[in-house]
């Protein structure tokens, strides 16, 4: 798959496409829907699928004090749109510039001039342009376009605002139904104190991202995605109140894990189900025992 950041140097070696746009925060199932339609089209009439997404949320330009949290990062969306099987991936800049870019000027200059589309494939409340001039409708009337409608899972409209919910709430495996695939957090192993260790439970300490929604405090059971492999975690967010922590951090247990080390290296938190609510215990011994309970418990999850 290839992947093309800005369209000014973009130098097409195609005569036709078939383009789906979208900002895609979470690549949820209603997102695949649209993706995969873009594919299958393209697919039918021998022509290269392009994903057109954004390096931001919109409304991290147009709105910064109601900007929502972040179901996935960019790189994950990009891994999202490689194994549904997109061609291409144009990821434009949410500037000043492309705020103010009409939405005539976005369909002429850069779906069609750059991108040669021959047909687009959106969702049902899909805009684009200035002040979200071009409706799904008013883009149909101008090209070739396939409206998807919206998709519902049990009555219910898959939506990235209704999975933001859910996962506030700590609702993982409702969540993962609308998403198609578990909430991940990603972030970099970085040192901490070393505490798990002296307990006997070895945990990576993951930085994320400070915009990637949370599901509050508590412990959890998933996996988490190594270089050097995919393991069972139990998995702690909060404070750590026994130890007398302040900052949040993200700490998991590898269930199985050789061992080696993985300081500075990108893993992925999967969290699949809250086992409890982070807790203070009266002693090392009593959270030591605790962890044991949790680590198992995880285990069978």
């Known amino acids: 798959m290839l992947v093309q950041f800005g369209f000014k140097?973009?130098?097409?070696?195609?005569?036709?496409?078939?383009?789906?746009i979208g900002t895609f925060d979470g690549v949820h199932l209603g997102h695949q829907q649209v993706v995969k339609r873009a594919i299958e089209t393209a697919a039918a009439q021998e022509l290269p699928s392009i994903v057109v997404t954004f390096d931001r949320h919109p409304a991290a330009l147009l709105r910064p004090e109601a900007v929502p949290a972040a179901l996935c990062s960019l790189d994950q969306k990009l891994l999202r749109f490689k194994e549904l099987g997109a061609s291409m991936v144009l990821i434009l800049a949410f500037d000043h510039e492309l705020a103010e870019t009409t939405a005539?000027?976005?369909?002429?200059?850069?779906?069609?001039?750059?991108?040669?589309?021959?047909?687009?494939?959106v969702g049902h409340d899909f805009a684009m342009g200035k002040n979200r001039q071009g409706t799904a409708q008013w883009i149909a009337e101008r090209?070739?376009?396939?409206?998807?409608?919206?998709?519902?899972?049990?009555?219910?409209?898959?939506?990235?605002?209704?999975?933001?919910?859910?996962?506030?709430?700590?609702?993982?495996?409702?969540a993962m139904k609308l998403l198609g695939h578990p909430f991940?957090?990603?972030?970099?192993?970085?040192?901490?104190?070393?505490?798990?260790?002296?307990?006997?439970?070895?945990?990576?300490?993951?930085?994320?991202?400070?915009?990637?929604?949370?599901?509050?405090?508590?412990?959890?059971?998933?996996?988490?995605?190594?270089?050097?492999?995919?393991?069972?975690?139990?998995?702690?967010?909060?404070?750590?109140?026994?130890?007398?922590?302040?900052s949040p951090t993200i700490e998991a247990f590898l269930i199985d894990y050789p061992g080696d080390s993985l300081y500075g290296?990108?893993?992925?938190?999967?969290?699949?189900?809250?086992?409890?609510?982070?807790?203070?215990?009266?002693?090392?011994?009593?959270?030591?025992?605790?962890m044991s309970k949790d680590v198992e418990l995880a285990r069978s999850v």
Request: contains cysteine; neutral net charge.
């Open 9 to 20: 140097t973009l130098r097409a070696e195609w005569s036709e496409s078939v383009v789906c």
């Open 104 to 121: 005539a000027d976005f369909l002429n200059h850069i779906l069609v001039e750059k991108l040669r589309a021959k047909s687009l494939v």
């Open 143 to 174: 090209i070739p376009t396939e409206i998807v409608p919206a998709f519902e899972i049990e009555g219910r409209r898959v939506s990235s605002s209704v999975i933001r919910e859910l996962v506030h709430e700590a609702n993982l495996p409702e």
């Open 184 to 246: 991940t957090i990603k972030g970099v192993v970085v040192r901490g104190q070393r505490l798990g260790r002296q307990l006997g439970f070895p945990t990576v300490n993951v930085a994320r991202s400070a915009d990637t929604v949370m599901p509050g405090f508590g412990v959890f059971a998933g996996w988490c995605v190594t270089p050097r492999g995919r393991y069972r975690a139990a998995i702690s967010i909060g404070v750590r109140p026994t130890v007398g922590g302040e």
């Open 265 to 290: 290296q990108s893993v992925e938190i999967e969290l699949w189900q809250k086992l409890r609510e982070e807790e203070r215990f009266e002693s090392l011994e009593d959270l030591k025992v605790q």
